[in-house]
């Protein structure tokens, strides 16, 4: 089936020139051109469409108050806004309806690159038990402010790692737990680090969106009470594996991008098991009494029972974000990374190794690990001797 996209702007020639711009894929899309947020509202109460891209600025309904309405009347609805730069404050204003943000005038590869992905969400979505499962949570988390921000000056002609860093100070929390995590044993620094400005200039742009990203979902998770203990256990095991993730990485000297995105698959990987916990904690309690009764693991006794897993419904949120497809693809195979084609170490195997030595080293035995792992995922790239290479690193100081 074809991905059905809607496009809203009050502007005839920028309409005109999408539709010449992006003619050659109509073998793969269904595209509806309109000129209002009214006249968009009137489309999408005669059909469904899997994306809308709106303008910003436009007069009456301008792209904010749209998507808000997209929102409420169609949640399932992938919702992007073309903005310019200028727009900044306009921006803000729509942050939690919507799930991009597209600079304008957009970069015509840029554009096809997004809404394919957006396509392959749908996709992703045929199973009509993961599409069930999504479709009974309220609302997916959105995307935080301050991580629109900090996007926003990236794509600025020049970027200003001080300035980044005066954002993050503004949250007071997340400036404490950033420098925590910087004067970590992990780091390794022969000096401490006391200003949010520096600490970005040494962790990176990408790992300090990750940290946003995260700090943003688990401060956020107060839908429903969750089980004594649930939130601090889940964000520890998220750290710990980020980071032994980013070392296994840095050991295996890969790449920076690859590095963080590691550590942010690492940050991520458990976000579904959050929704589901906070949102449908009644199929969270089935699928455990499943899984304790079977001797299975809870993410296999989710597919047994839901039809999908936390790692699913994890891998679709992150991807409506429109993080890195290097980090999806790790979050969503993150238990069974021998189903993804490949025989060079990504980040989706540093994860699933980091995964299954932090999940062993809190059972306190080794051969747990042994048993998480993917054999064939491992005899594959000829991991068995870097196993033991890295299971060291398990041990190295990270507090």
């Known amino acids: 089936m074809k991905t059905r996209i809607l496009f809203v702007d009050d502007e ?12 050659g894929e109509r073998k793969h899309w269904e595209m509806d051109f309109v000129g209002s947020g009214p006249e968009a509202l009137r489309q999408l109460e005669t059909r469904a469409f899997d994306v ?29 806004i073309l903005s310019g730069h200028a727009d900044r404050s306009m921006v803000m204003r729509c942050v939690g309806s ?11 590869d840029g554009l096809r690159s997004t809404l394919a992905r957006a396509g392959a969400l749908k996709e992703s979505l045929v199973d009509e038990d993961l599409r069930r499962l999504v479709g009974r949570i309220r609302e ?7 991580y629109h921000e900090i996007q926003a000056r990236l794509v600025e002609p020049d970027v200003d790692l001080a300035g980044i860093g005066a954002l993050v100070a503004q949250d007071v929390g997340m400036t404490a737990d950033i420098l925590k995590l910087v004067n970590s044993g992990f780091f390794g620094l022969g000096r ?26 688990f401060s956020n998770a107060t839908e429903a009470p969750l ?21 296994i990485a840095e050991s295996e000297s890969l790449d920076r991008p690859q590095c963080d995105s590691a550590f942010a698959a690492g940050m991520l990987h458990d976000i579904g098991r959050l929704i589901l916990r906070e949102h449908l904690p009644e199929a969270c309690d089935e699928a ?23 790692a699913d ?5 992150l991807g409506l974000w429109g993080l890195p497809h290097p980090v999806v693809e790790a979050i969503k195979f993150q238990h069974r990374p021998s189903l993804v084609s490949g025989s060079v170490l990504c980040p989706l195997g540093v994860l699933h190794v980091a995964d299954a030595f932090v999940t062993a080293e809190r059972w306190g035995t080794e051969p747990e690990a042994e048993a998480i792992l993917d054999t064939e995922f491992v005899e594959r790239l000829g991991l068995t001797e870097r196993l033991r290479v890295w299971r060291t690193l398990v041990r190295s100081p990270r507090n």
Not at 313 to 317: F, M, V, W
Request: net charge positive; with cysteine; proline share 6%.
């Open 12 to 23: 005839p020639l920028v309409l005109q020139g999408l539709q010449r711009m992006l003619h």
């Open 52 to 80: 809308v891209v709106s303008d910003m600025r436009m007069p009456g309904m301008d792209g904010a108050q749209l998507l808000n309405e997209v929102m409420r009347r169609h949640p399932h609805t992938v919702r992007f």
């Open 98 to 108: 919507t799930h991009q943000f597209l600079s304008k005038p957009c970069d015509v």
């Open 140 to 146: 997916l988390p959105s995307l935080p402010r301050l």
């Open 192 to 217: 401490g680090i006391t200003n949010a400005a520096e600490a970005v200039g040494y962790l990176g742009v990408e790992t300090i969106k990750t940290l946003v990203l995260t700090m943003h979902v």
């Open 227 to 247: 089980p004594e203990g649930f939130l601090e256990s889940l964000r520890r095991h998220s750290v710990d594996v980020a980071l032994l993730a980013r070392a």
């Open 288 to 310: 455990e009494r499943f899984a304790a009764a079977r001797a299975l693991p809870v993410w296999l006794a989710e597919v047994a029972v839901h039809g999908a897993s936390y």
């Open 313 to 317: 419904l994890g891998a679709y949120l």
